[in-house]
């Protein structure tokens, strides 16, 4: 049988979650959280230990909404 691959990480806004707050899916971890994360210069790590919830691709995730321009 062969193993099925992960469904990707994208940024979603549920108004159930966070009142509609822009967060990877699966998560209750706001976006532009990880995005002012990775402004001030946290690493990759870092933000995987302080949120983790995050799924590996979750900050990937956030750089794609945040380059599609729905910031």
């Known amino acids: 049988m062969k193993a099925r691959s992960p469904i990707p990480s994208k940024v979603i806004c549920d108004g159930a979650i966070l009142s509609g707050m ?6 209750r971890v706001p ?6 994360e ?6 990759r790590f870092e933000i995987f230990r302080s949120y983790p ?12 909404w945040e380059k599609a321009g729905s910031r």
């Open 22 to 27: 822009p967060v990877v899916s699966g998560t």
């Open 38 to 43: 990775l402004q001030a210069g946290s690493s």
């Open 53 to 64: 919830s995050l799924p590996p691709d979750g900050i990937d995730a956030c750089l794609a």
């Open 31 to 36: 976006a532009e959280t990880v995005l002012a």
